[in-house]
Nanobody
Framework: QVQLVESGGGLVRPGGSLRLSCATSGIIFNIYTITWYRQAPGKQRELVAAVATGGTTNYSDSVKGRFTISRDNAKNTAYLQMNSLKPEDTAVYYC??????????WGQGTQVTVSS
């Protein structure tokens, strides 16, 4: 059974940092592209950052230079380091592992709130 469990969310002041984790099980982790998405209230889910199997990364313009996505294939875990957080980063953050349409998995989400 495939499981993705996000953790590390919480309440942080503007300018602060958080590190999200996505721990997986029941999956051959290193063959999947990992993507972090987020969804703010009343808005559509948006891509935040992705890391391919070979390590190539890409970021949305809104987080470029502030967030870093990484993967540890030995631990079957993905991370999203978020620095210089802004109120507009407030959202539920989701981890996604995808190989193709048939092998596409989501975590349950973790809430990130940036507020003073």
């Amino acid at each position: 059974q495939v499981q993705l469990v996000e953790s590390g969310g919480g309440l942080v002041r503007p300018g602060g940092s958080l590190r999200l984790s996505c721990a997986t099980s029941g999956i051959i982790f290193n063959i999947y592209t990992i993507t972090w998405y987020r969804q703010a209230p009343g808005k559509q889910r948006e891509l935040v950052a992705a890391v391919a199997t070979g390590g190539t990364t890409n970021y949305s313009d809104s987080v470029k230079g502030r967030f870093t996505i990484s993967r540890d294939n030995a631990k079957n875990t993905a991370y999203l380091q978020m620095n210089s957080l802004k109120p507009e980063d407030t959202a539920v953050y989701y981890c996604n592992l995808r190989m193709n349409a048939d092998y596409n998995y989501w975590g349950q989400g973790t809430q990130v709130t940036v507020s003073s």
